[in-house]
């Protein structure tokens, strides 16, 4: 039988701290430090993006920004990384991927809306679009979708969603590269965010399950340390 959600929280805390013990006190404090920055109140979802140049320079500006989540759609190309882009951003994000059903696009929205979410596609064309400036964040969590660096968003995506945002355009060109588009929203929104009243950060328990995850991905081998962990647990008994 498994344990009840309390205990297995509990369990990681005693598994974090030790844990901790074999990286350096700088790193813990950056990883607890980056935690209270960190948001999923803002998520960002990514349709068909098959440049890895752009898929990367995404992941790198969620990182950076505090954004923990990106959610990935493969209809019909794969989401490659590429690492001297992406300087390790994708290990410290939690990616979920969308792929072999038939339309992956509605399983994302489907998934995304029974966990609160609002879909938000990025459309310039869109005419009830809003313009960035003038988003309400206070209307609740808002999954932010971008399209392919050719086409846009798919119909379906634009068709499905809640509501549409946009970048005001005061030039010649008619759009953005996709990873400058998606950098100008999440920085204007963010820096909004974490002025607003508006309760963003990431709950307790999902601090400790990304701080565990963080701890295993900087350390060597990290399961022969949990495996000697358990056996003192068990010793104790």
Request: aromatic fraction near 10%.
């Given at each position: 039988?498994?344990?009840?959600?309390?205990?297995?929280?509990?369990?990681?805390?005693?598994?974090?701290?030790?844990?901790?013990?074999?990286?350096?006190?700088?790193?813990?404090k950056l990883f607890d430090k980056v935690?209270?920055?960190?948001?999923?109140?803002?998520?960002v979802v990514l349709e068909d993006i098959?440049?890895?140049?752009?898929?990367?320079?995404?992941?790198?500006?969620?990182?950076?920004l505090g954004i923990q989540e990106v959610?990935?759609?493969?209809?019909?190309?794969?989401?490659?990384?590429?690492?001297?882009?992406?300087?390790?951003?994708?290990?410290?994000?939690?990616?979920?991927?969308?792929?072999?059903?038939?339309?992956?696009?509605?399983?994302?929205?489907?998934?995304?809306?029974?966990?609160?979410?609002?879909?938000?596609?990025?459309?310039?064309?869109?005419?009830?679009?809003?313009?960035?400036?003038?988003?309400?964040?206070?209307?609740?969590?808002?999954?932010?979708?971008?399209?392919?660096?050719?086409?846009?968003?798919?119909?379906?995506?634009?068709?499905?969603?809640?509501?549409?945002?946009?970048?005001?355009?005061?030039?010649?060109?008619?759009?953005?590269?996709?990873?400058?588009?998606?950098?100008?929203?999440?920085?204007?929104?963010?820096?909004?965010?974490?002025?607003?009243?508006?309760?963003?950060?990431?709950?307790?328990?999902?601090?400790?399950?990304?701080?565990?995850?963080?701890?295993?991905?900087?350390?060597?081998?990290?399961?022969?340390?949990?495996?000697?962990?358990?056996?003192?647990?068990?010793?104790?008994?």
């Open positions: 039988m498994d344990a009840p959600p309390f205990l297995m929280h509990m369990l990681e805390r005693e598994l974090i701290e030790y844990l901790e013990n074999f990286v350096s006190a700088r790193r813990v935690l209270s920055d960190r948001t999923k109140y803002i998520t098959f440049q890895p140049h752009n898929a990367s320079a995404v992941l790198r500006t969620c990182d950076c959610n990935i759609i493969e209809n019909r190309n794969e989401y490659n990384v590429n690492p001297d882009v992406a300087l390790g951003s994708d290990k410290w994000l939690t990616l979920v991927k969308y792929r072999g059903k038939g339309n992956n696009t509605y399983e994302a929205y489907k998934n995304l809306r029974s966990r609160g979410y609002r879909i938000v596609a990025t459309s310039l064309h869109e005419r009830k679009a809003v313009s960035l400036d003038k988003f309400d964040l206070g209307k609740g969590p808002a999954a932010l979708v971008f399209g392919t660096e050719m086409h846009g968003l798919s119909k379906q995506a634009i068709e499905w969603a809640d509501e549409y945002l946009k970048i005001p355009m005061y030039g010649f060109t008619e759009s953005y590269n996709i990873s400058v588009s998606a950098a100008i929203i999440i920085y204007e929104l963010l820096a909004k965010l974490r002025k607003s009243g508006l309760s963003w950060h990431l709950k307790e328990e999902d601090k400790t399950a990304l701080k565990l995850n963080w701890l295993r991905n900087t350390i060597k081998k990290p399961e022969l340390l949990e495996k000697k962990f358990m056996l003192m647990k068990n010793s104790r008994k």
